[in-house]
């Protein structure tokens, strides 16, 4: 926080720290897509820096919001995207073809990217109700999964892997974090540990080739494995250093696919080398670490949860890119957040930082007027 | 489920841990990403640097020029001549025109070429060549070439064809090549220069036994491309390095000569230097022509070839067997005088000869004859007779000590090398005793006996030179010591002086004189039965004449070249083979007489060998017209 006389007070009181990681996290991005276009601010960096830009102002005029405000409109909000996921399943049906998004005029809106924050917020304002003593009851369970378990199978049937892991692995942690017993976790992880190759013996060859494709990406070079594959090329080739602004040949000659998207991490990693890869990390670590921050320093119930959940929900975008771009991971294409050509990714990673930014504010005058 | 009570200080103490907790499982998957991606960079840098570089640069083969092939003087057997040749690249072709038609136009390319250029321009890849034709005429080179700025994708290059000056005169000995087939492709691992357009691989003959030799090293052109198959930039090229020249021992002039001195004849003629064993002329007639193999060869000019009686697709001077005929004589009479025979013993020809039950009738009466005058009259009597008083086993070994049955270490693919039987290969073969009437047969070269040219010629080159020369072909190949004959050089003598006078004194052969002061021949004439005894002399039935062989060195008093050569169903051996042999040897000591010699039957014939086949196959075309079409 910077104090100044010079410097009018609601700007000082800006989470600033914040916004620099954030701004120079997306103009890194910005680089990456520059270059990816062939060393031209057309067709993405320029598109990408707008979108950025106004997100970011929309982030912060969110930050002035009150806590009390955020928690009336938290269940009107989950509502309104739970019937919007309705409407894009039915549109779907209707035209015989997978949707993922409505089209309201000049606007796309994809329900399913509100979905992530709404998650966090209605988790956390439901175990905010929930009386201290009735947390391990059955009571403070079963609507908590139904809360998260209709919009992710709403979102699985789009179909959209991705978006549907992160909505879960987003509410788990919420109510992980509101004490729910352990073995509520442990019992379906342990089940899906012994039930996985069961699983994979019972499925169809071209399920089974899909895994296996993830598991050896190697064997099918040109296949389905091709994506991995010549991500793991580029994160290589690139070395310590990498080979150079606009060097990376396998982002420039068309070799690395979606280069510009979900793999835009391998594009980067093969012109700036591990060290940018260092960098960019220890930034979203940075990001990350500033949420949780929030969500330790937080009076309320609801902030500690919502706060927590969304540091997370950033936390599993990144993670998961990552993961999937180095070949930890099956492709289920996930964006890297700020830094991925496309609008949505950035659209919730703002809002969630917008929020994360109210309730950082809340704190503040709190502490003040205490 | 532990029913206790729960507190909101307890329930804040729980979030505080697990909050301990989410963020270190969360620093644990940052770690694990960093680790990975360290991994992925540093630990395995090398080889995803390699793969990457891989897929950026790839090689553009740039075939090398093949090796010559020249004669003992260096003179062109096989040599490459520019060509024009006319490709499309793919990736330049414009979209939404379709070009084919306007090239196949121009370059007059019938139904079967448009489909096949478009078949393969579907399956090409970017960057990479697609054949629309191979030795284009000049006239439709240049009507590409002006048409160029027109005709996106289209590339109209100079390369290099296979030539080869003598034709046919040299089809059997060099072979010919011809684009790599789908199994050579895959014996050569895909080996990527042989699916160049353009590029040829020997198919037979010396062109194939030669070509890791002749073939050389292919360069590269090095360019950037995309996943796609677009060039982006040429890099610094890879230089390619020509095959080897190969010099051969053949003289190319004496190759020439005895393929046209054979004119319409079916046979086979080698020529040797008795001293080394180098092969001076390897000639089988009538061959095809190894230029339009090398084109790639019509279906009309392969049937003619494929119909023909004089069988040209067979190299007869390795594959062809024959029976010796009466050239064996000579080798015979060594084997007898090594066995004591007294070469003064007489045997009275009356004209025949009885063995058990049969009669064996001889071409002459020819009265009271010794070794050498029944060398030089060519009694069958007096081998009958002789042979009968020797040991098979023994006389066998001696024949084939000169050459026959022996199979030659030559770069020649597919050597049938014959039969001299013997009591113990009977016995083995046919499982039964050998009688006197084999022992008749195979004095005079018949019933069993098989050679083939080349043995033809070594055998005589074996007796003049007196040493155990091996046919050689190649002028670089390390040549051994060569040991002499292990036989008494006097034997060598008396079989010598008998073979001079069978061309000099009163012989079978004295029409074949050489035309030229103090230089004699020696020979031996030879007449194989094709169909039956009995029945010999002409034969109005090409199919049933006998074959006409003849052996002979020269000079007679100091041997240094060697010939044999069979005419196939050319009835005597004095009257078909020797004056061809006469010829051929002649151009060794003076080629002016020689062509001299030539000229008048070429004449006769109808025109030089290259102006024969030609017309042959125009008239074939003509004829064959209808039923092709």
């Known amino acids: ?370 | 489920m532990k029913h206790m009570r729960i507190t909101t200080a307890h329930q804040s103490l729980t979030f505080s841990r697990r909050m301990m907790l989410l963020g270190g499982a969360q620093a644990v998957v940052g770690g694990v990403l960093v680790g990975r991606m360290g991994w992925l960079a540093i630990a395995q840098n090398e080889k995803y640097q390699l793969l990457s570089e891989s897929n950026r640069v790839q090689l553009i083969p740039v075939p090398p020029r093949r090796g010559w092939i020249i004669d003992r003087n260096g003179k062109p057997i096989a040599i490459n001549r520019a060509s024009f040749r006319v490709d499309i690249i793919p990736q330049q072709l414009e979209k939404d025109r379709d070009i084919v038609p306007e090239v196949a136009r121009l370059l007059a390319l019938d139904e079967d070429d448009v489909e096949r250029i478009r078949s393969e321009l579907s399956e090409s890849r970017g960057f990479r060549p697609v054949q629309v034709a191979e030795n284009v005429a000049y006239e439709q080179y240049a009507a590409v070439t002006v048409r160029l700025p027109d005709l996106p994708g289209v590339q109209a290059t100079r390369g290099y064809s296979r030539y080869y000056p003598d034709g046919p005169a040299v089809a059997h000995l060099v072979g010919y090549v011809g684009t790599a087939n789908a199994k050579e492709y895959e014996a050569e691992n895909k080996n990527p220069l042989l699916i160049i357009p353009g590029f040829k691989i020997g198919k037979q003959g010396l062109e194939k036994s030669l070509e890791p030799y002749l073939r050389g090293e292919p360069g590269g052109q090095r360019v950037e491309v995309t996943a796609r198959g677009k060039l982006v930039k040429e890099l610094e090229p890879k230089p390619d390095r020509s095959g080897r020249t190969v010099q051969l021992t053949i003289d190319q002039g004496l190759q020439q000569y005895a393929a046209r001195r054979m004119g319409d004849e079916s046979g086979a003629l080698v020529a040797m230097d008795v001293t080394t064993g180098d092969m001076l002329a390897f000639v089988s007639m009538p061959a095809f022509d190894p230029n339009s193999f090398s084109e790639g060869i019509g279906r009309t000019e392969w049937r003619m070839l494929s119909e023909n009686d004089h069988i040209p697709l067979l190299n007869k001077v390795t594959q062809g067997l024959y029976p010796s005929g009466s050239t064996i004589k000579p080798a015979m009479a060594l084997a007898f005088l090594k066995q004591g025979i007294d070469p003064k013993r007489r045997v009275v020809c009356n004209g025949g000869y009885q063995i058990g039950n049969r009669y064996f009738r001889c071409d002459a009466v020819h009265g009271a004859m010794d070794m050498h005058s029944a060398i030089e009259r060519s009694c069958n009597t007096y081998f009958w007779a002789t042979g009968l008083i020797t040991d098979p086993e023994q006389t066998t070994e001696m024949v084939n000590y000169l050459g026959y049955g022996e199979e030659f270490d030559l770069p020649i693919p597919a050597q049938r090398y014959g039969t001299m039987p013997s009591p113990k290969w009977l016995e083995k073969k046919y499982h039964r005793k050998w009688q006197g009437y084999d022992s008749a047969n195979t004095s005079i070269g018949q019933g069993y006996v098989l050679i083939n040219p080349l043995q033809l010629a070594v055998m005589p080159a074996r007796l003049a030179g007196g040493k155990l020369i091996q046919p050689q072909l190649l002028m670089a190949k390390a040549r051994k010591p060569i040991p002499e004959l292990a036989v008494d050089p006097a034997h060598l003598d008396i079989i010598r002086a008998a073979m001079t006078s069978v061309v000099n004194d009163a012989g079978t052969a004295v029409a074949s004189k050489l035309p030229l002061d103090g230089i004699k021949m020696a020979g031996k004439t030879g007449t194989a039965q094709v169909f039956r005894l009995g029945e010999r002399g002409h034969q109005s039935n090409w199919a049933l004449r006998d074959h006409a062989l003849f052996i002979a060195f020269a000079p007679a008093d100091k041997p240094r070249y060697a010939i044999g050569c069979i005419i196939e169903h050319g009835g005597f051996g004095a009257s078909a083979a020797a004056p061809i042999v006469r010829d051929s040897m002649t151009y060794l000591f003076d080629q002016q007489k020689a062509w001299a010699a030539l000229a008048p039957l070429e004449q006769q014939w109808g025109g030089s060998l290259a102006e024969r086949n030609a017309r042959q196959l125009a008239t074939f075309k003509k004829a064959s017209r209808p039923v092709s079409a």
């Open chain 1, 1 to 370: 926080m910077i104090t100044s006389a010079i410097i009018p007070r609601p700007l000082a009181r800006l989470p600033w720290r914040l916004i620099f990681l954030v701004t120079g996290i997306a103009t890194f991005g910005l680089i990456v897509l520059y270059s990816a276009a062939g060393g031209s601010i057309r067709p993405w960096a320029m598109k990408q820096a707008i979108v950025f830009f106004g997100f970011l102002s929309i982030a912060v005029g969110m930050s002035w919001m009150k806590e009390s405000t955020i928690k009336s409109i938290t269940f009107p909000l989950y509502g309104a995207t739970l019937v919007m996921l309705i409407g894009v399943e039915a549109l779907g049906f209707v035209s015989k073809g997978a949707q993922r998004w409505l089209d309201l005029g000049p606007i796309r809106l994809q329900p399913s990217e509100f979905m992530k924050p709404a998650i966090v917020l209605t988790l956390a304002r439901f175990y905010e109700l929930v009386p201290a003593g009735e947390i391990r009851k059955w009571r403070a369970i079963w609507p908590a999964m139904a809360l998260l378990g209709v919009p992710a199978f709403l979102i699985l049937v789009q179909p959209d892997l991705g978006t549907c892991i992160m909505v879960v692995l987003c509410g788990i942690t919420v109510m992980f974090l509101a004490g729910l017993p352990w073995w509520i976790f442990a019992a379906p992880a342990a089940a899906v540990a012994v039930a996985a190759p069961i699983a994979y013996q019972l499925m169809h060859g071209y399920q089974k080739k899909r895994i296996d494709t993830f598991l050896h990406p190697e064997n099918d070079p040109l296949g389905a494995g091709y994506h991995i594959a010549q991500s793991k090329i580029a994160i290589g080739s690139g070395g310590l250093w990498g080979k150079g602004f606009l060097h990376g040949s396998q982002s420039h000659l068309d070799y690395l696919p979606e280069g510009h998207t979900d793999f835009v991490f391998a594009t980067m990693a093969e012109e700036w080398g591990l060290v940018g890869g260092v960098i960019l990390i220890c930034a979203f670590a940075a990001v990350i670490r500033w949420g949780m921050r929030v969500s330790q320093n937080a009076r309320t119930r609801f902030a500690q949860l919502a706060a927590a959940g969304l540091s997370a929900t950033i936390f599993f975008y990144v993670s998961i890119n990552l993961a999937m771009v180095m070949g930890l991971a099956p492709v289920v294409g996930v964006p890297l957040p700020l830094v991925s050509f496309g609008g949505s990714a950035v659209m919730t990673v703002m809002l969630c930082l917008g929020l994360l930014m109210a309730l950082e504010r809340q704190q503040r005058t709190v502490a003040r007027l205490a």
